[in-house]
């Protein structure tokens, strides 16, 4: 069965760090393409960052550039979101996601909660 699980979420003040994980298991994970979206209450969900298969390419909204970093370790099958400068507004649910397009395949993680508050 598919399963995605993040971990790594928390109370951290601004200006801090932490580092989040996705598991994933049940599917070819070098095969999708990865991504971490966030929800904050009220809000919709928006796209984080996202890393390419093979290649590795990675993307980031604006919001996060220069502060986060994602990466992925295919033969751990584990996505990672390195979170650096912090602040009040990354305050959000973290999702990790996956997507094969040719194959309409696209999986949802549970959510781990990051809040960023002194």
């Known amino acids: 069965q598919v399963q995605l699980v993040e971990s790594g979420g928390g109370l951290v003040q601004p200006g801090g760090s932490l580092r989040l994980s996705c598991a994933a298991s049940?599917?070819?994970?070098?095969?999708?393409?990865m991504s971490w979206y966030r929800q904050a209450p009220g809000k919709e969900r928006e796209l984080v960052a996202t890393v390419s298969t093979v290649g590795g390419t990675t993307k980031y909204a604006d919001s996060v550039k220069g502060r986060f970093t994602i990466s992925k370790d295919n033969a751990k099958n584990t996505m990672y979101l390195q979170m650096n400068s912090l602040k009040p507004e990354d305050t959000a649910v973290y999702y990790c996601?996956?997507?094969?397009?040719?194959?309409?395949?696209?999986?949802w993680g549970q959510g781990t909660q990051v809040t960023v508050s002194s």
């Open positions: 996601n996956a997507v094969q397009s040719s194959w309409n395949h696209n999986y």
């Open positions: 049940g599917f070819a994970f070098w095969m999708y393409a």
